[in-house]
């Protein structure tokens, strides 16, 4: 008998922005080693490989341009994820993810390594685009919607995009 699996789409909802100081480092819960990388791009929709404390790897597709987002996640081999960074577009992003829960959300701040070393950036996850979290004192100017820092431009247009990029916030 053939089983019928149904994934769900999901919707990502995040306000990305820029980090000032600190501060936030005490107040992490979680610390994240992320390698990440795109197999393919296009304007509005991505497919990413991420490899996350060598152990996890998930192949994600996105898809749109706005604060909401389809995100389809699988989890994947290993082995597949270190072929699929092998064949990238682009740079492979590597940062570390600290997970800082304020005020009834958890901001991911992502500190860059490699190519991008230097650069700060929060998201926070919403249930819904109406949601309005309280903003931590360490988060600067909100950069959500633009391109250049989203993880698709920072790995594929580098060399057009570092110079623009402010890496204080």
């Not at 919403?126 to 903003?135: G, I, R, T, Y």
């Amino acid at each position: 008998m053939l089983t019928e699996h149904v994934e769900h789409m999901a919707k990502e909802i995040e306000r990305k922005f820029l980090v000032r100081g600190d501060r936030w480092r005490e107040l992490a819960s979680e610390k994240l080693i992320l390698r990440q990388a795109y197999v393919a791009t296009m304007d509005d929709r991505s497919v990413r490989v991420r490899l996350t404390n060598d152990t996890i790897a998930t192949l994600t597709m996105k898809i749109g341009k706005a604060m909401t987002r389809d995100e389809f996640e699988y989890e994947i081999p290993v082995g597949d994820a270190e072929e699929l960074l092998g064949n990238a577009i682009g740079l492979i992003i590597e940062k570390t993810r600290y997970k800082v829960p304020h005020k009834g959300f958890v901001w991911e701040v992502d500190v860059f390594r490699g190519a991008h070393r230097g650069l700060v950036v929060a998201e926070v996850e919403l249930k819904d685009e109406s949601d309005d979290p309280e903003l931590p004192d360490w988060i600067g100017r909100e950069v959500t919607g633009e391109y250049r820092y989203s993880n698709q431009a920072l790995a594929t247009q580098f060399e057009q995009e570092y110079d623009e990029l402010s890496h204080s916030a």
